[in-house]
């Protein structure tokens, strides 16, 4: 076993308990966000399963992750045999469009994720597509801070704190992208909880 593969497994299993804390204050935006929603749903990076406890029992989840080590943990939180869908592959990978169809979803589900994601703009672009024409998006992403002082120390801290976890990226404007990305908000709000989160709802442009 290659020191990756240990090291993915060890994320995946200490994941949750690291988290914990951190969890609680998101909790309430997570049910907020996703225990309305019924259809066709794609979760992003479905990691440990966070989000699985919210979906109401009509929702029919595809969960898209890439981490076995997390997909095997994540199985798991599924107690109430919800309608779930497991796939082990990246939003980005180039043989998605072998698993899932242009245009078939009603919501594509995107928490603390595109932080994470190596390539964001292609990610967008693949929500984009993967979206029905009246999709819609549900977001929960950390931003860079708005405040100097802060966006130094995000930006000096991001190396260490990037190659710690997974990926995961400290400062990016994830709002911008997803404008960029051709996506426009009809509910949108920021707040702080230690980093500057966006809660939001968007459609296609």
């Known amino acids: 076993m290659g020191k990756s593969n240990l090291y993915n497994k060890l994320f995946a299993k200490l994941y949750d308990s690291f988290m914990y804390n951190f969890e609680k204050g998101l909790y309430k935006h997570r049910k907020e966000l996703i225990a309305p929603l019924k259809g066709k749903i794609l979760e992003i990076g479905s990691g440990t399963g966070i989000n699985f406890a919210h979906y109401h029992k009509e929702a029919k989840v595809t969960a898209l992750e890439p981490s076995e080590a997390m997909v095997k943990v994540s199985r798991l939180k599924n107690c109430n045999c919800k309608d779930i ?5 990246g939003i980005t990978d180039e043989n998605l469009y072998m698993t899932l169809k242009a245009e078939s979803f009603d919501y594509i589900i995107s928490t603390l994720v595109l932080c994470t994601i190596q390539n964001p703009d292609k990610a967008i672009q693949t929500y984009y597509k993967l979206l029905k024409p009246n999709g819609k998006l549900i977001v929960l992403e950390h931003l860079h801070s708005t405040r100097k002082t802060d966006k130094v120390l995000q930006n000096i801290a991001n190396p260490m704190w990037k190659a710690f976890s997974e990926g995961c990226n400290l400062n990016r404007n994830t ?11 009809i509910s949108k709000t920021y707040f702080v909880k230690t980093l500057r989160w966006i809660k939001g709802i968007y459609i296609k442009n």
């Open 85 to 89: 869908n497991y796939v082990n592959i």
């Open 175 to 185: 709002d911008l992208l997803l404008l960029k990305g051709g996506f426009k908000p």
